[in-house]
């Protein structure tokens, strides 16, 4: 699986913007997806995930209620429409594909899964 994430940008605190993800090289249907994001000096973190049929979802503390994770299995697209941006939603964001359920239940990738590029997102204050 090929993972394309774009959407990201500049935008100003409690803005909305939206990334998105195009996946490509299997069945995308059969995989769970989900963001993660990384700020400088600051490990890796789980943002959102969502199942393979779009029945579950899962989200980070710091972002539920503000973040929607969505997908449309027939475009291979998993979307993150991120409102009430904060400042410390700055960071570069990557998506990810896991084909087990620990992505759902543990909110990790593991080994078999696959991520995207990154794209950064900054919020100015």
């Known amino acids: 699986v090929q993972l394309q994430a774009s959407g990201g940008g500049l935008v100003q605190a409690g803005g909305s913007l939206g990334l998105s993800c195009a996946a490509s090289?299997?069945?995308?249907?059969?995989?769970?997806m989900g963001w993660f994001r990384q700020a400088p000096g600051k490990e890796r973190e789980f943002v959102a995930a969502i199942s393979w049929s779009d029945s579950s979802t899962s989200y980070a503390d710091s972002v539920k209620g503000r973040f929607t994770i969505s997908r449309d299995n027939a475009k291979n697209t998993v979307y993150l429409q991120m409102n009430s941006l904060k400042s410390e939603d700055t960071a570069v964001y990557y998506c990810?594909?896991?084909?087990?359920?620990?992505?759902?239940?543990?909110?990790?990738?593991?080994?078999?899964?696959?991520w995207g590029q990154g794209t950064q997102v900054t919020v100015s204050s």
């Open positions: 090289g299997r069945t995308f249907s059969s995989y769970a």
């Open positions: 990810a594909a896991d084909s087990t359920r620990l992505l759902l239940v543990r909110r990790r990738v593991p080994a078999s899964g696959y």
